[in-house]
């Protein structure tokens, strides 16, 4: 092989390697809506009895993670579970459900109906409805 050859052989060579390294795929990372699934709420309580809560967010593959759960007052007797997490990709997921538990004290101070709501749109919506007394 000549000089010339070489040097384009070499050429082809590294261009091949440097285009075998730049993926199609964008990365992907944003924090995002995941699934909460927890077992009915408590049915009867009674005013500043502590009420503990556990719920387990899960996300449908690997890409996820930073897994996390909260609870938020939408209004005085009407509370709102859902989940968030982490998804980060650059193609492919491992086919893999991914949970993390935890659980929540709710302490009600006042007597009535507290409505319980797990998950918003696009998951299925739970309610739960506890009499506090």
């Given at each position: 092989m000549d000089m010339k050859a070489g040097k384009i052989f070499a050429f082809v060579v590294l261009a091949g390697v440097m285009l075998s390294c730049v993926s199609s795929t964008p990365h992907i990372k944003t924090r995002l809506a995941i699934e909460i699934?927890?077992?009915?709420?408590?049915?009867t309580a009674t005013v500043n009895q502590v009420i503990t809560i556990k719920v387990t967010a899960q996300a449908?593959?690997?890409?996820?993670?930073?897994?996390?759960?909260?609870l938020t007052a939408v209004d005085s007797k009407h509370l709102l579970m859902e989940g968030t997490a982490l998804f980060e990709t650059e193609g492919a997921c491992t086919e893999v459900i991914i949970k993390?538990?935890?659980?929540?004290?709710?302490?009600?101070t006042v007597a009535g109906k507290y409505f319980f709501q797990t998950n918003?749109?696009?998951?299925?919506?739970?309610?739960?409805?506890?009499?506090?007394?």
């Open positions: 699934v927890t077992p009915p709420v408590p049915k449908p593959n690997g890409c996820y993670s930073q897994l996390g759960a909260s993390k538990d935890t659980s929540f004290t709710f302490k009600p918003k749109t696009p998951f299925v919506i739970y309610y739960d409805t506890m009499t506090v007394n």
